[in-house]
């Protein structure tokens, strides 16, 4: 009975890992082409003097979700 619910909770543990992991890269990639809008902005209007809508809430996203759930 107990080898039973040791491979069940480490069939979850192991399930709830791979979301985390899967939480934390999603968190990284957020962050990391957050920056795109914001240099597509830049480059069409030849201004920086506005931040991107688009920059703004894919950033706050990532920061969110890693400060969240990592």
């Known amino acids: 009975m107990g080898g039973i619910f040791i491979e069940l909770s480490t069939g979850f543990a192991h399930q709830f890992m791979n979301t985390i992991t899967g939480i934390g890269l999603l968190a990284g990639m957020l962050t990391t082409i957050a920056f795109l809008p914001q240099a597509i902005k830049t480059w069409k209007t030849k201004s920086t ?4 809508l688009g920059m703004f809430v894919i950033f706050c ?3 969110f979700l ?5």
């Open 49 to 52: 003097r506005d931040v991107s």
């Open 61 to 63: 996203t990532g920061v």
């Open 66 to 70: 890693s400060r969240n759930w990592v």
